[in-house]
Nanobody, 127 residues
């Protein structure tokens, strides 16, 4: 079992930055896809960014490239999402997620590929 605990959400004005963290506990075995998804009220869940835990290969939603950066702190078993130049369209609940063990290093932005989910952290961006 993998437990995921998000933190770092909050309210920020447009143009600001936030850093989300996801503490990973339980089975911290490597060879997983991990990442962040978000869901705004009335909208479908969408993938934000993913990373393969071995090697750190990342993928980003096209609309977020250049503004969001995903990294992992293997020593502290933490996933970090740095979000810059935030806009009101980034307002959503952000969820940390992890897959079961996989040796496929291309981690897709597809929710059904992920098995473990955190409770989410709210990000609100005001104009």
């Amino acid at each position: 079992q993998v437990q995921l605990a998000e933190s770092g959400g909050g309210s920020v004005q447009a143009g600001g930055s936030l850093t989300l963290s996801c503490a990973v506990s339980g089975d911290t075995s490597r060879n997983r896809c991990m990442g962040w998804f978000r869901q705004a009220p009335g909208k479908e869940r969408e993938g934000v960014a993913t990373i393969y835990s071995v090697g750190g290969r990342t993928q980003y939603a096209d609309s977020l490239k250049g503004r969001f950066t995903l990294s992992q702190d293997n020593f502290n078993n933490t996933l970090v999402l740095q979000m810059n130049s935030l806009t009101p369209e980034d307002t959503a609940m952000y969820y940390c997620t992890a897959s079961t063990i996989t040796f496929r290093s291309a981690c897709l932005l597809v929710g059904s590929d992920y098995y473990y989910w955190g409770q989410g952290t709210q990000v609100t961006v005001s104009s």
